[in-house]
């Protein structure tokens, strides 16, 4: 991720429109809470910004990569999402589990993400999520995709040097093995944390978690 360090650092929250209580959108997400090595990392990078204030943590059981952002739940009906996850398993039933690192820090105005290396390695697995969701994912997502876990939000208006300073460039790096990816239901604002995971698809399965 090329961006440049931020001078500042703004409430992500404060240009945007939150989803109400009651409505949904649905993801396709690496949920990564499962992992301990991954915990670590969030939990080291909280330690060295405890002194401030500000910043909204990912909950570690939600630590996460977005894959794909396929839209309001109002444009999906029951019978679509599980048309969607099973056309999804057997496009990732050909793609393995993927061996990923993260450590290298990423800042942004409204965010502090670890990136994920290689960036390519995911590309595979957004490539079929993509095509088992179909044209409604198109509509809202940006050309360029970066893959990334974020560690906090950032829900003030603050000067980034002395975050950057506390945090650093780098955590210890970490092995992580990519094993499934889940469609995941967010039920209102983002920082409800309200998490509906209605399926989680192995890589290199032909079985969707959760059957018998």
């Known amino acids: 991720m090329d961006y440049p360090l931020p001078e500042r650092m703004v409430d992500h929250w404060s240009d945007r429109t939150d989803t109400v209580s009651g409505d949904g959108v649905v993801y396709w997400h690496m949920l990564l809470g499962g992992h301990g090595e991954v915990r670590d990392l969030a939990a080291l990078a909280r330690t060295r910004l405890a ?4 910043l909204h943590f990912t909950p570690e059981k939600w630590l996460h990569i977005t894959i794909l952002v396929a839209g309001p739940l109002a444009g999906f009906s029951d019978v679509r999402l599980t048309e969607m996850a099973k056309t999804a398993r ?6 393995g ?3 990923i690192d993260l450590g290298t820090i990423l800042y942004h105005p409204r965010a502090i993400m670890l990136g994920v290396r290689p960036a390519h390695a995911l590309e595979p697995v957004r490539a079929a999520v993509q095509r088992a969701t179909g044209p409604v994912a198109a509509s809202g997502e940006a050309s360029r995709w970066i893959p990334h876990m974020t560690i906090a939000y950032s829900a003030a208006s603050q000067p980034a040097a002395p975050i950057i300073r506390a945090l650093g460039m780098e955590l210890p790096s970490r092995r992580v093995m990519i094993q499934a990816v889940s469609l995941v239901v967010q039920w209102g604002p983002e920082r409800s ?3 509906e995971p209605v399926g989680t698809i192995e890589l290199g399965s032909v079985k969707q978690i959760g059957e018998g």
């Open 51 to 54: 002194e401030f204030d500000g």
């Open 90 to 95: 057997h496009l990732l039933s050909g793609i």
């Open 97 to 99: 589990p993927v061996s």
């Open 193 to 195: 944390w309200d998490w």
